[in-house]
T-cell receptor, first 114, second 111 residues
Framework: NAGVTQTPKFQVLKTGQSMTLQCAQD?????MYWYRQDPGMGLRLIYY???????DKGEVPNGYNVSRLNKREFSLRLESAAPSQTSVYFC?????????????FGPGTRLTVT | DQQVKQNSPSLSVQEGRISILNCDYT??????FLWYKKYPAEGPTFLIS?????DKNEDGRFTVFLNKSAKHLSLHIVPSQPGDSAVYFC??????????FGDGTTLTVKP
């Protein structure tokens, strides 16, 4: 099992460019999440998907869109990148079955917007 | 308004001693609490959790204590090892489908 995979690992964008961060999990989890982590701060939730076909905003959704393509894949899109979106982005998944709330994280995507 | 706070950005302990990491929360609706460990350039990994119906949960060298009346939880690592050096995040969940994370505490265990 690969767990949670993210592509790309690194990306540099110019202001105004767009890109999509890809995430896939092979654990048959219902719930998937996108977080960003800025230096010295914790993980802030951007969007999450409780099940295939549903998405909800998290704490910091502005400037982002998501797609839950199927049960395995959850992508994050930046339509017009801004320097404030320079961050490390983590995707996570969780089964949330039988009271199990732990999340499994991918290795992260380090994004720099110049 | 930060609902989950880790007031100590860093902690340094000697190998073999106890490490105590603290976390406070403000939302009384939180009913499940988790600790994650993060190494540089990696994603966080789940460490240990506790339900609000319990006040203690142990897993090997790691024990989490929950004091609901004080809205406080702590993670004890005994004995601490150099490999435990990492950033530790506290997280809280309301069964609404998402967790709220603290800003993390960087633990350094000195040989």
């Amino acid at each position: 099992n690969a767990g949670v995979t993210q592509t790309p690992k690194f990306q540099v964008l110019k202001t105004g460019q767009s890109m999509t961060l890809q995430c896939a999990q092979d654990m048959n989890h219902n719930s998937m999440y996108w977080y960003r982590q800025d230096p010295g701060m914790g993980l802030r939730l951007i969007y999450y998907s409780a099940s295939e076909g549903t998405t909800d905003k998290g704490e910091v959704p502005n400037g982002y869109n998501v797609s839950r393509l199927n049960k395995r894949e959850f992508s994050l899109r930046l339509e017009s990148a801004a320097p404030s979106q320079t961050s490390v982005y983590f995707c996570a998944s969780s089964s949330r079955d039988r009271g199990s709330y732990e999340q499994y994280f991918g290795p992260g995507t380090r994004l720099t917007v110049t | 308004d930060q609902q989950v706070k880790q007031n100590s950005p860093s902690l340094s302990v000697q190998e073999g001693r106890i490490s105590i990491l603290n976390c406070d929360y403000t939302n009384s609706m939180f009913d499940y609490f988790l600790w994650y460990k993060k190494y540089p350039a990696e994603g966080p990994t789940f460490l240990i959790s506790i339900s609000s119906i319990k006040d203690k949960n142990e897993d090997g060298r790691f024990t989490v204590f929950l004091n609901k009346s004080a809205k406080h939880l702590s993670l004890h690592i005994v004995p601490s090892q150099p490999g435990d050096s990492a950033v530790y995040f506290c997280a809280a969940d309301t069964n609404a489908g998402k967790s709220t994370f603290g800003d993390g505490t960087t633990l350094t265990v000195k040989p």
